[in-house]
């Protein structure tokens, strides 16, 4: 168990929808990053908070935004929906520095219908 | 830009026979390397990392890997497979500097280790 926790496990939905998945970081880890992971794309990294901030950003679309609170925890919101947008949705945490290893949770897997 | 190469989508080996998943990378300065391994439904593990000093790391599980700076490789080594071992191992590279460390991984090779 590496302390990272993500919520929901599984999520079916409909194309054209909204979701929203969380992740809790593990204790005292600063930096929360999320990564996608599909068959035709491999693992991809969205984006990074840091403390609440934006960090940086990968190959994330404009339809999905993310956020970290004050407590840390994170969430990604995916909206508009499309049966491509199915995959696993990873979240990973490190303490913040770039030597830091990063914890990943067990991934939501999203299906769109 | 940073990128990682894993040249063999599967590897096969036989337990008790020594193991090598291959990587390379590419990135600008010194690179921070990583190794995780997934195993079916479930999330990424970390088995060990390349920071700076000794060549060869070891990590979980008896794995270690040997960092080739001439040859811009990090191949992950173990000297006797398990069944057990049979997963999709992810090499992944990160450039140093500031807190924007995001990582970025080669496409997996897939382990399977039969008796």
Redesign the interface.
């Known amino acids: 168990d590496?302390g990272?926790t993500q919520t929901p496990k599984h999520l079916i939905t409909a194309t054209g929808q909204r979701v929203t998945l969380r992740c809790s970081p593990r204790s005292g880890d600063l930096?929360v990053?999320w990564?996608q992971q599909s068959l035709d794309q491999?693992?991809?990294?969205l984006i990074?908070y840091?403390n609440g901030e934006e960090?940086?950003k990968?190959n994330i679309l404009e339809r999905f935004s993310a956020q970290q609170f004050p407590d840390l925890h994170s969430e990604l919101n995916l909206s508009s929906l499309e049966l491509g947008d199915s995959a696993l949705y990873?979240c990973?945490s490190?303490a913040?520095?770039?030597?830091?290893?990063?914890?990943?949770?067990?991934?939501t897997r999203l299906l769109v219908l | 830009a940073q990128s990682v190469a894993q040249p063999e989508d599967q590897v096969n080996v036989a337990e008790g026979n020594p193991l090598t998943v291959k990587c390379t990378y590419s990135v600008s300065g010194n690179p921070?390397l990583?190794w995780?391994v997934q195993y079916p439904n479930?999330?990424?593990?970390?088995l060990l990392?390349y920071?700076t000093g000794d060549n060869l790391v070891k990590g979980s599980y008896g794995f270690e890997a040997e960092f080739n700076k001439s040859q811009t490789s990090f191949h992950l080594k173990k000297p006797s497979a398990l069944v057990s071992d049979s997963a999709l191992y992810?090499c992944a590279v990160?450039s140093?500097?500031?807190?924007?460390?995001?990582?970025?991984?080669g496409?997996?090779t897939r382990l399977q280790v039969t008796l």
């Open positions: 590496s990272v930096s990053y990564y491999g693992l991809q990294f990074q840091y960090r940086a990968g990873f990973a490190s913040g520095t770039t030597q830091e290893t990063q914890y990943f949770g067990p991934g | 921070y990583f995780y479930r999330g990424l593990q970390f990392k920071i992810f990160r140093p500097g500031g807190t924007a460390s995001k990582l970025t991984f496409t997996g």
